[in-house]
């Protein structure tokens, strides 16, 4: 059985937390430096709820900056919207894999009816 992608466990990690279904604390020791203090203060706002529909990732693409670091984007969906969320792992001497910064992209704007 293949393991999964680090970039895949944590862009669901991070969208359980930004959508409300996990408690930033679930993030502690998956996180290193600001990237849980970051987490926290884009929790607060609930960016990613939706109403009715549950946000899923829809894409993920990602960028090796150096050995043991990577630069990740992601699509997130929830019904007809979709946000950008972009957040950076660095391996440690442990082997594990830990996000040191998280982004998310500016909330779409509704187009006006009529």
């Known amino acids: ?11 669901d990690r991070l969208l359980a937390v930004l ?6 604390h ?7 430096g600001r990237a ?7 929790a ?8 009715g529909t549950r946000p899923v990732v829809r894409d993920i693409g990602y960028y090796v ?4 670091a990577l630069e990740v984007f992601a699509r997130i969906a929830a019904g007809n919207h979709l946000r950008a969320m972009a957040f950076r792992l660095e391996q440690g001497p442990d082997h594990r894999w830990r996000c040191t910064a998280v982004e998310l992209g500016p909330r779409p704007r509704h187009a006006p009816k009529g």
């Open 65 to 68: 900056p150096r050995t043991g």
């Open 26 to 32: 679930w993030m502690l020791r998956h996180t290193a």
């Open 36 to 42: 849980y203090d970051e987490l926290a203060r884009l």
């Open 44 to 51: 607060e706002r609930g960016p990613l709820r939706a109403r």
């Open 1 to 11: 059985v293949a393991q999964p992608r680090p970039t895949d466990v944590f862009a």
């Open 19 to 24: 959508s409300g279904q996990r408690p930033v």
